[in-house]
C-alpha cells in the first residue's frame, strides 16, 4: 500500500491501481457495516 501511496502522490497512479483501491476499500465497508449491524442487532455481544 506504501507504494501505491507513493505513485499517487508522485503522479504516477494507473486508474487500475485506483479502482484497485477502492474496490478494497468498499469491501472493507461493507464488512464494518456487516459487523456493526450484527452487533446493534444484538445478534453478536462485546463480552
Do not use: C, F, H, P
Request: hydrophobic share 30%; net charge positive.
Amino acid at each position: 500500500m506504501d507504494t501505491l501511496i507513493q505513485q499517487v502522490l508522485s503522479g504516477n497512479a494507473t486508474v487500475g491501481d485506483l479502482r484497485r483501491v477502492n474496490r478494497v476499500y468498499a469491501q472493507k465497508q461493507r464488512r464494518v457495516a456487516q459487523y456493526t449491524g450484527e452487533y446493534t442487532n444484538g445478534r453478536r455481544t462485546l463480552e
